[in-house]
DNA sequence: TCGATAGTTCAATAAACATTGAACATAGGA
DNA sequence: TCCTATGTTCAATGTTTATTGAACTATCGA
């Protein structure tokens, strides 16, 4: 099966997503990042796109991040002409792990700074 | 500073304690099968020794993961003559990070089969 | 059709990680 | 005092992981 960069990748169902994956996933603060904003966003649109994440590491390190986060199961990735937007799969979280996604971001809100939770584009647009 | 094997390992502060360090040991099976049965004696007695813990890996390499679950403050170790007892640090976790224990326990409970979380032993004994 | 933009894929690298067995340390009991 | 049981530490091994830059693919708009 040949996999183009034009389609939609691979996700889990939501019977396929396994624990251990996705606390791996949410160790990495990187991941963490970009979970966390994904889920400050929510609240607005549900959805960011690749490009948002810029400051937080270079756009191939990001790609790797990505597939890490959509293969866990955590998040979405749908493609738009040439932007792929994503979102968190808070349902299917929620359906197998309840509570679980809540706990972690508000765990990591409680230590934003610590954690440098948002990228520098981020900070300074805060201001 | 040397370090005996006679004397209590160091642990962490409860301020110490760092998230992604916790959601990392958390993320290996046999970790997580080690707090999993901590938290199941809980009700009993609250603490277990290494050797209970047999059926999940080799001495030594139970060993390693034991470093890696006190150095991220997730559990405590008391010597006791040639015995070494663990108990979870429930009420430090708490405290940093509320909710987020029980979450990975009761979702992990859910996967209790999948994640084969109990030790051979203890499935016998379970008979 | 050309160029710019948005991302992915690949190969290479270095660091971190899990696992093993052998050697060691410690305490308790015969 | 010696033997045994309980764990730890160390060195070696192979695997996985994160990160980088360069090459590539695909889409959109001028």
Known sequence: MIRTMSRT???????????????DCLSDPIRLAIVYQLAQQERVSSELCCGDF????????????????????????????????????????????????????SSAAKDADRLQLLSECEVVKAD
Request: aromatic letters at 6%; hydrophobic letters at 45%.
């Open 9 to 23: 990748p691979l996700h889990p169902t939501r019977e396929q997503i396994e624990l251990p994956m996705v606390l």
């Open 54 to 105: 810029n400051g937080l590491a270079g756009k191939s390190n990001l790609a790797y991040h990505f597939a890490k986060l959509r293969e866990c199961g955590l998040m979405l990735t749908r493609v738009a002409g040439t932007n792929r937007f994503m979102r968190l799969r808070r349902e299917d979280m929620e359906a197998r792990f309840p509570g679980l996604l809540d706990a972690v971001l």
